[in-house]
């Protein structure tokens, strides 16, 4: 066989992110490289720097982000970019379009399954969706129908996606005055949201009302309440844009020839959309201020 052939028909792999994968990787067989504990530590508490680095290596209680709240978020990006090289590769070597879209179906089965199976103990069946393979199992055929589309439409249904998502939260009805906040876990001290933010109030908001009724339909040992973490099934939604920027992201590196010009288009949507983030959390945050929701004053 000619080697120089081999070379030839063989698909390059895409070094950073196998690089991005292992630093990920890393940090959770690490733990974090012990650093939260650390800190935690009676001599560091008065430190500074080691409650900022703490503050980092934490999720944050529920508003806000922190390096280690975008782990999760970093598996499901991975997947998108993965996507265009995979789907890409079996297109070349005759897969069609029904059998790719078949296989897209039959991945989002078995992720669902090994999330099932994973939160699972002993002869006890756990029906949950919020884990990371769960989650990226219900958006990843939906994924897969927004591969191979043109930049614009992908943004087109990002944002359309946010926006709507948004809408179902805002819309919705908060929770009512009596509402028992102690039984979904909250403490009497928390930080709760106010006003307009009310809507987005962890334990409390439209999509863990789903996951009452939803979670519910399944056999369970005991009746589900609330997720302690306040994770939801339909968390899936906006992470599945996370991954169609993640698809993008591995179509714009496809198709990019200058490498230099390609990390710096990659690191100004990074900073521009962690901009929006962050002032989106100020608007929404600032609207709860200024309009105090007297219900919460005796909580």
């Given at each position: 066989m000619n080697?120089?052939a081999?070379?030839?028909?063989?698909?390059?792999r895409?070094?950073s992110?196998?690089a991005?994968r292992?630093?990920?990787?890393?940090?959770?067989a690490?733990?974090?490289?012990?650093?939260?504990?650390?800190?935690?530590k009676k001599?560091?508490?008065?430190s500074p720097?080691w409650?900022?680095?703490?503050?980092?290596f934490?999720?944050?209680?529920w508003?806000g982000?922190?390096f280690?709240?975008l782990i999760?978020p970093?598996?499901m990006?991975?997947?998108g970019?993965?996507m265009p090289?995979?789907?890409?590769k079996?297109r070349?070597?005759?897969?069609?379009?029904?059998?790719?879209?078949?296989?897209a179906?039959?991945?989002?089965?078995?992720?669902v399954l090994?999330g099932?199976?994973?939160?699972?103990?002993g002869?006890?069946?756990?029906?949950?969706f919020?884990?990371?393979?769960s989650?990226?199992?219900?958006?990843?055929t939906?994924?897969?129908l927004?591969?191979?589309r043109?930049?614009?439409?992908?943004?087109?249904?990002?944002?359309g996606i946010?926006l709507?998502y948004?809408a179902l939260?805002a819309?919705s009805?908060?929770?009512k005055?009596d509402f028992?906040?102690?039984k979904v876990g909250?403490?009497?001290?928390w930080?709760?949201?106010?006003g307009?933010?009310?809507?987005?109030?962890?334990?409390?908001n439209?999509?863990?009302s789903?996951?009452?009724?939803f979670?519910?339909?399944f056999?369970?040992?005991?009746?589900?309440v609330a997720?302690?973490?306040?994770?939801?099934t339909l968390?899936f939604v906006p992470?599945l844009?996370t991954m169609?920027?993640?698809l993008?992201?591995?179509?714009?590196?496809r198709?990019?020839t200058?490498?230099r010009?390609a990390l710096?288009?990659l690191i100004?949507?990074?900073?521009?959309?962690?901009?929006?983030?962050w002032g989106c959390?100020?608007?929404g945050l600032?609207?709860?201020?200024?309009?105090l929701d007297?219900?919460?004053?005796?909580?």
């Open positions: 080697p120089s081999v070379r030839a028909d063989a698909s390059p895409l070094i992110l196998d991005y292992g630093f990920v990787m890393i940090c959770l690490a733990n974090g490289f012990g650093i939260a504990a650390t800190a935690a001599e560091f508490l008065d720097l409650q900022s680095l703490r503050f980092q934490e999720h944050v209680p508003t982000c922190a280690w709240d999760q970093s598996f990006f991975m997947v970019v993965s090289y995979s789907y890409c079996r070349e070597a005759g897969d069609s379009y029904s059998h790719l879209l078949g296989h179906v039959l991945r989002s089965i078995i992720l090994l099932i199976f994973l939160s699972s103990s002869k006890t069946t756990n029906f949950t919020m884990n990371v393979l989650q990226i199992g219900l958006g990843y939906f994924l897969f927004l591969w191979d043109e930049p614009k439409v992908q943004l087109r249904i990002a944002t946010l709507a948004w939260f819309f009805p908060v929770a005055p028992d906040y102690a909250l403490p009497a001290d930080p709760y949201l106010t307009f933010a009310a809507h987005w109030q962890k334990c409390a439209v999509a863990a789903f996951d009452l009724w979670l519910n339909l056999p369970r040992s005991e009746v589900f997720n302690n973490g306040g994770y939801q968390n992470s844009v169609l920027f993640g993008m992201t591995g179509e714009f590196i198709r990019s200058d490498r010009k710096l288009g100004s949507a990074g900073v521009l959309l962690l901009g929006i983030g959390e100020f608007l600032s609207a709860g201020e200024a309009d007297p219900q919460l004053d005796s909580v």
